[in-house]
């Protein structure tokens, strides 16, 4: 590909990242926060106070943001009772996944546009040099054409796609045990 296309293909990418990464991001805070909301009604006890309030928190964020009732009444809640690849369980894994593909999107992307505008600098500071060659130096077309990208693949993008997502998954599930052990232990 061009660096032309490249640039055209980074700006998509990185377009279609964010379209990706903020309804996933969107749909997993209010899933978790749906999830907090029904463990927080079961609750008697010292703790009780204290999840009460997070009942109430959770009602005023829903009650405030009525633009979000897409998300408030579809996104799927995780049920810690049932198997993990069941119906709610998977769906809520593979929205929280496109969380991570999204910023890899953003990733490669915003690689792509780095590699172009390298590139551009260095086509036009050769531009010159060829210039100064006289009538025996390349145009710019021959230059440009002379220029291919290699195709980039977001499963490249390890950190984003493959580490932050397990990380953030194993801590998730210790604060929900921490949680779960408090509001069982009273």
Not at 33 to 56: C, P, R, W
Not at 94 to 112: N, Q
Not at 161 to 169: G, K, M, Q
């Amino acid at each position: 590909m061009t660096y032309q296309q490249a640039g055209r293909i980074a700006i998509i990418k990185r377009i279609l990242g964010w379209l990706v990464f903020i309804p996933a991001l969107l749909s997993t805070l209010i899933s978790l926060l749906n999830f907090i909301y029904q463990h927080s009604e079961k609750t008697k006890g010292i703790n009780a106070v204290m999840l009460d309030f997070v009942h109430v928190m959770v009602d005023m964020v829903r009650f405030n943001t009525p633009f979000l009732n897409l998300f408030w009444y579809n996104s799927p809640v995780p049920n810690l009772d049932k198997s993990l690849f069941s119906g709610g369980n998977l769906m809520f894994i593979l929205i929280y996944f496109l969380i991570f593909v999204g910023l890899a999107l953003c990733a490669s992307g915003a690689r792509m546009s780095r590699q172009v505008r390298f590139i551009r600098e260095r086509l036009e500071d050769q531009l010159i040099l060829e210039q100064a060659k006289g009538s025996e130096g390349l145009t710019r077309v021959q230059l440009e054409q002379r220029i291919t990208l290699p195709h980039h693949t977001i499963f490249l993008q390890y950190f984003p796609l493959y580490i932050l997502p397990i990380v953030i998954a194993v801590v998730a599930y210790f604060v929900i045990k921490l949680l779960g052990s408090l509001a069982g232990g009273a």
